[in-house]
């Protein structure tokens, strides 16, 4: 059973940097568990950028 959860957790992790890079799930399955981590950091960094730049927008548009 956690063979399977472990999978799914894998799958799902693929499935995620796919939709955020825009690239095919077997790509990210196909490389080092470590390394799709090492993506999940700068994709959530990216992220935190995006909603800070668009804060400072809206925050430029209420003046």
Do not use: C
Not at 30 to 49: F, L, R
């Amino acid at each position: 059973m956690a063979d399977k959860e472990g999978a799914r957790k894998l799958k799902k992790l693929a499935a995620s940097l796919s939709s955020a890079y825009f690239s095919p799930i077997p790509y990210w399955l196909g490389m080092p568990v470590s390394e799709m981590y090492d993506w999940v950091d700068t994709a959530n960094e990216m992220n935190k950028e995006r909603e800070h730049n668009r804060k400072q927008q809206q925050r430029g548009k209420k003046r």
